[in-house]
C-alpha cells in the first residue's frame, strides 16, 4: 500500500464550479502538506503549503489537513479552464532524516471545460 | 531570476547504455534534490544534496544509479547500463535552505529506453 493515496481522475468541471481534491495518507508522523500543480510537459510548481492541521485560504485556493483522518484536501473556487492540470499532493516528516524527503501522491487531473 | 533548468529535455537510448543528465538549480540553492515520475506514478524521492554534506541516497533504486554535485551547484544522475523500466521523466528540484518544503523544480528530462 502506497504511503499517500490520490484519485487520477480525470476530474471534469464546468468554468466557475468548485473543483474538490483529497488525499489520504498512512503515515501519521507527516507533519508538512502541499498541494503542487503541474502543467503538461513541465514541473510542478508548488501551489500551498500547510504545516501540521487546520485550513490555509490564498485568493481561490483553499488547503485543508485533518491529521485525526489522515486526509488532506483541495478546494480551486471559481474554476477557470488555465486551472486545467495535475495537481499533485505532497507530504513530509519532520526531523532531519525526513528533511525534503516529499511523498507524492499520484496527482489527479482536473479539466476545467469552458 | 533563471529557474531551475534540466538538460537534455528529451533523451532516447537503448538498453544497456549509460545516459547522463544534468540539473542547474536557481543560484544560491544549497539544497538539490532529484525525483523521478513514471507514467500514471506520483514523484518518487531518489536523492538530496545540501550544501557540502554526504547526500541522502536512501530514494536511489539500484547501484545502477548514482549522482554527484559540483561545487555546490551543477548536479548530474547518472544511469548505467539502462533498462527499460528506466523510462520515466527526470526532475529536479532545488530549495534556498536544510529541509525546506518549498522545492522549485525544474522542466524535467523524460527518458525512453528502447
Known amino acids: 500500500q502506497k504511503e499517500v493515496e490520490q484519485d487520477p481522475g480525470p476530474l471534469s468541471v464546468p468554468e466557475g464550479a468548485i473543483v474538490s481534491l483529497n488525499c489520504t495518507y498512512s503515515?501519521?508522523?507527516?507533519?508538512?502538506f502541499m498541494w503542487y500543480r503541474q502543467y503538461s510537459r513541465k514541473g510542478p510548481e508548488l501551489l500551498m503549503y500547510t504545516y501540521s492541521s487546520g485550513n490555509k485560504e490564498d485568493g481561490r485556493f483553499t488547503a485543508q489537513v485533518d491529521k485525526s483522518s489522515k486526509y488532506i484536501s483541495l478546494f480551486i473556487r471559481d474554476s477557470q479552464p488555465s486551472d486545467s492540470a495535475t495537481y499533485l499532493c505532497?507530504?513530509?516528516?519532520?526531523?532531519?532524516?525526513?528533511?525534503?524527503?516529499?511523498?507524492f501522491g499520484a496527482g489527479t487531473q482536473v479539466v476545467v471545460t469552458p | 531570476g533563471a529557474g531551475v533548468s534540466q538538460s537534455p529535455s528529451n533523451k532516447v537510448t537503448e538498453k544497456g547504455k549509460d545516459v547522463e543528465l544534468r540539473c542547474d538549480p536557481i543560484?544560491?540553492?544549497?539544497?538539490l534534490y532529484w525525483y523521478r515520475q513514471s507514467l500514471g506514478q506520483g514523484l518518487e524521492f531518489l536523492i538530496y544534496f545540501q550544501g557540502n554534506s554526504a547526500p541522502d541516497k536512501s530514494g536511489l533504486p539500484s547501484d545502477r544509479f548514482s549522482a554527484e554535485r559540483t561545487g555546490g551547484s551543477v548536479s548530474t544522475l547518472t544511469i548505467q547500463r539502462t533498462q527499460q523500466e528506466d523510462s520515466a521523466v527526470y526532475l529536479c528540484a532545488s530549495s534556498d535552505r536544510q529541509g525546506s518544503e518549498t522545492q522549485y523544480f525544474g522542466p524535467g528530462t523524460r527518458l525512453l529506453v528502447l
Open positions: 503515515n501519521s508522523a507527516f507533519q508538512y
Open positions: 505532497a507530504m513530509s516528516a519532520d526531523g532531519p532524516d525526513s528533511w525534503g524527503k516529499l511523498q
Open positions: 543560484s544560491g540553492h544549497t539544497a
